[in-house]
């Protein structure tokens, strides 16, 4: 893992809200707005663009930690803003606190937290779950 990203630093990844998003479960659709399970998606691929410059060849990032406090709905087509903030790298582990609103106010906030890992290492670790 190179560590070519100071701490504070921000990505901003940018999200149009589908009606796939919607909260549903096999028994239905509970509302039509942005699930929490697709925010959390999208909050982890805004964390993951950090994982995507420190990783190096041979290396893969794997969420550790997830936490949202989904604050506001958000309506489909409606377009989001998922702002990562850099806020500790220990070891191989990054953690970043996320923020996602729409223009006029906040959706929601968390964190995220993400190893850094040989890719053989990680095939080790899930043939071993395997057997």
């Not at 998606?41 to 420190?54: G, H, K, Y």
């Not at 969420?63 to 377009?79: R, Y």
Request: with cysteine; proline share 1%.
């Amino acid at each position: 893992m190179v560590n070519s990203v100071e701490i504070g630093s921000v990505r901003v990844h940018r999200y149009k809200v589908k009606a796939t998003d919607s909260a549903s479960f096999e028994a239905g659709e509970v509302h039509q707005v942005m699930s929490t399970f697709a925010l959390a998606r999208e909050m982890e691929w805004a964390s993951r663009l950090f994982a995507l410059e420190l990783k190096e060849e041979g290396e893969e990032g794997i969420g550790t930690m997830l936490e949202i406090a989904h604050v506001s709905p958000a309506l489909f087509n409606t377009e989001l803003s998922f702002e990562a903030k850099l806020v500790s790298i220990q070891k191989n582990e990054l953690i970043c606190e996320i923020r996602v609103s729409d223009e006029n106010r906040l959706v929601a906030t968390g964190r995220t937290g993400q190893k850094i890992l040989k890719k053989d290492k990680l095939n080790q670790i899930f043939t071993s779950l395997d057997s």
